[in-house]
């Protein structure tokens, strides 16, 4: 029978890498990625050649759930693997483990653990983690107001990601809500320019908005 591979990838350093996940994308007959060419500089950089690769995205775009469902029927073994981190944790995923439990309740599926952003955050934030909330990626608009009252009024450590565009509403909503608490943010993490920056909300909005050139990259956010 075929297997599913839900496979962890590097969040920016490439030695990052385990010696397992290695081994099953040079095995599956295909490698699904979010991005073909992030894909392909992590295989080639281990010499991980002539692989059939397809982009799963879970929007319109992209291999539908039937294509992926049809080749593990025929017995094709399939890994899932995202930009950066683990496929399922703010990243394409679910969707696809979901529809394949439901259509081939039978199917092997199995997770080849690899890096999070957000372990990663918070092994060296120095916070509260033996309880905490993760919200992904917070939403635009709808409702955005009422998770920042609910981080305020949160006796848990609260983390969220955030983008570059995104981050100074962030911030400037945390100093609104929580000016108080705890804020830490990490970014770009394994990285060269790898930051971890604590202070309050009103403090990290000032040093963002004179440092500019810090506001690139993914953003873990922690609240506590």
Known sequence: M?????????????EDVTLRALRILKEVDVILCEDTRVTLKLLSRYEIV???????????????????????????????????????????????????????????????????????A???????????????FLPHKKGRETLFKEIAESERTMIFYESPHRILKALESLQKFAPTKKVTIARELTKIYEQIIPGTAEELLKYFETNSDKVRGEFVVIIS
């Open 50 to 120: 002539g692989k059939q690769l397809a982009t799963y995205n879970e929007q319109d775009s992209g291999m539908t759930t039937e294509k992926i469902v049809g080749w593990l029927e025929e017995g094709k073994n399939v890994a899932l693997v995202s930009d950066a981190g683990t496929p399922g944790i703010s990243d394409p995923g679910t969707m696809l483990v979901q529809k394949v439990r439901e259509v081939l309740p039978e199917m092997k599926i199995e997770s080849v653990p690899g890096p999070s952003a957000l372990t990663a």
């Open 122 to 136: 918070l092994s060296i934030a120095g916070v509260p983690v033996h309880d905490f909330v993760f919200l992904g």
């Open 2 to 14: 075929a297997t599913l591979y839900i496979v962890g990838t590097p969040i920016g350093n490439l």
